[in-house]
């Protein structure tokens, strides 16, 4: 069955494939929280989210019951409504708690930010407080790199390594504010502010899209009014209740309370 996609790819589904039953193959990266397989589709990986958690440049280990299923509902839930947004993402499905099909990307290394409030890395390299609201959104791009810890560069950078052309580079610009937006807006509705957030851009042949996740293991989330944290720096600063933060949000986000 050939399925329409709205970023404009067709696939041919077979029936089996529609059930769900999407073959996993070989292992081809595991990372700090996420694993991808290839699958009998070659334009097709499966993301498979793990509940191990990591901070401080994987300093800080540790395990987070559940977190795999939350962040790949939360992500499942958010890719579909930035798509409808117009902006393509690698999102195919959701197979099953822990997994996600995606299109196969060539991920570009870099690890955009946009911040609404400031805080962590921002509030660290110029010394100032957390939680102030900023005038205009903050884009910056980081050079994955977990030698350094992903250091703050600017596009000039990216240009003389040659990590994106410059037609990419404003692409992902645009796609990671035109994410602020709506995000912002449909946080504001569940009353969290959307402090910041990390995204991954990936290449599709000539086609730049949205990859890896949206969830609390990389946003920073604060309930309105009190500030109460609902992300994962409740683990990256042992605040407690981590487990039962990554699951309010997932209530809120698929909508069964806020
Ligand atoms: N972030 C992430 N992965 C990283 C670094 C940051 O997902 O390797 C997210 C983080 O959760 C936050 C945003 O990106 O929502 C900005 O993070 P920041 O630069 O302040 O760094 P941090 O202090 O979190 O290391």
């Known amino acids: ?9 067709a696939y041919l589904l077979s029936e089996a494939k529609n059930d ?26 499966i993301q498979e989210f793990k509940d191990d958690a990591t901070a401080f440049n994987a300093l800080k280990r540790g395990t987070i019951t559940g ?5 790949n509902k939360i992500s499942s839930v958010l890719f579909q409504h930035v798509e409808k947004e117009g902006i393509p993402t690698h999102f195919v499905k959701q197979l099953s708690d822990r ?14 930010t946009v911040r609404n409030i400031t805080a962590g890395g921002m509030s660290k390299l110029l010394g100032i407080e957390e939680g102030i609201r900023l005038k205009e959104p903050v884009y910056e ?16 950078h990216a ?14 610009r645009q796609y990671a504010l035109r994410v602020n937006d709506f995000l912002r807006k449909f946080f504001e509705k569940l009353n969290i502010d959307l402090v910041d957030f990390k995204l991954e851009f990936g290449r599709a042949g000539a086609q730049i899209i949205l990859a890896d996740e949206i969830s609390p293991d990389t946003c920073r989330f604060w309930e309105k009014g009190t500030g109460r944290k609902l992300d994962k720096d409740r683990f990256r600063r042992d605040l407690g209740d981590v487990e039962s ?14």
């Open 245 to 258: 933060a990554y699951q309010e949000m997932l209530e809120k986000v698929t909508g069964k309370l806020g």
């Open 99 to 112: 997994e996600m099909l995606i299109r196969k990307v060539q991920i570009i290394p870099l690890e955009v």
């Open 20 to 45: 769900n039953s999407m073959t996993k193959l070989k292992l081809i990266y595991e990372g700090k929280a996420k694993k991808i397989f290839e699958t009998d589709d070659p334009a097709l990986y």
């Open 159 to 172: 240009l003389a390594l040659g990590l994106a052309t410059r037609a990419e580079l404003e692409t992902i």
């Open 1 to 9: 069955m050939w399925m329409q996609f709205s970023n404009g790819f």
């Open 141 to 156: 791009i980081h050079y994955k790199k977990d030698a350094l810890a992903d250091p703050l560069i600017n596009e000039e």
């Open 67 to 71: 977190k795999g299923a939350v962040n």
